[in-house]
């Protein structure tokens, strides 16, 4: 079946650096990739669609210029978490599809820790 | 926003079907009812879908009331390793918005 890979799977920061973090969709391409976190005993929360070639869509309460994301190719989009704090820190999950209606594929998420 | 609504958490003993319920009752005619499951610090897993027939794969079965306001996803026999987060989710459009899922424990 269709793969979707990030990198890393872990990344801990210092306080007010910006963190990337890489999805890639490996065996198929993906016009839409989306974006969730997800804190502790907590559900998954969509934060945004990214869209190949154009600006992300973000959800209500999602700061667009605190989570960059770039969709610069139909196999890779990025999230970047600019000037992290430590409530940024949580686990970042992105996914893709490759028909619809199908399956969304999830990738294996990044766990971020901001010292 | 989620449109489904899944009791919390459940038990169920190894080797016994384990019946996972979902209620949408909001759902619209050409909505997909998704089941997916998470297993701790990894990225959910998807089971299986359905729009209005029951549905059959490997992993599990999905039966979808004829109203399609509920749906209930059957693991015919569970094993310690079914022991995650199971989400029921409908699809609007390309978004899957989860709910708070329920907790289903695979007991020896």
């Known amino acids: 079946g269709a793969v979707v890979s990030q990198h890393p799977s872990w990344v801990i920061c210092k306080s007010g650096t910006s963190v990337k973090i890489e999805c890639r969709s490996l065996?198929?391409?993906?016009?839409?990739m989306f974006w969730y976190r997800q804190f502790p005993k907590q559900s998954l929360m969509l934060m945004a669609t990214s869209n190949e070639g154009s600006k992300a869509t973000y959800e209500q309460g999602v700061e667009k210029d605190k989570f960059l994301i770039n969709h610069a190719s139909l196999t890779l989009s990025t999230l970047t978490v600019t000037s992290a704090h430590p409530e940024d820190s949580s686990f970042y999950i992105c996914s893709a599809r490759e028909v619809n209606p199908g399956e969304l594929f999830f990738g294996e998420g990044s766990r971020l820790t901001v010292l | 926003d989620a449109k489904t609504t899944q009791p919390p958490s459940m038990d169920c003993a190894e080797g016994r079907a384990a019946n996972l319920p979902c209620n949408h009752s909001t759902i619209s005619g050409n909505e997909y009812v998704y089941w997916y499951r998470q297993i701790h610090s990894q990225g959910p897993q998807y089971i299986i879908h359905?729009?209005?027939n029951n549905e059959t794969n490997e992993m599990a079965s999905l039966i979808i009331t004829e109203d399609r306001k509920s749906s209930t996803l059957i693991l015919p026999h569970a094993t310690l390793r079914d022991t995650a987060v199971y989400y029921c989710?409908?699809?609007?459009?390309?978004?899957?918005?989860f709910g708070t899922g329920t907790s289903l424990t695979v007991i020896p």
């Open positions: 065996d198929f391409q993906a016009t839409t």
């Open positions: 359905g729009l209005k």
């Open positions: 989710i409908v699809v609007t459009g390309n978004q899957f918005y």
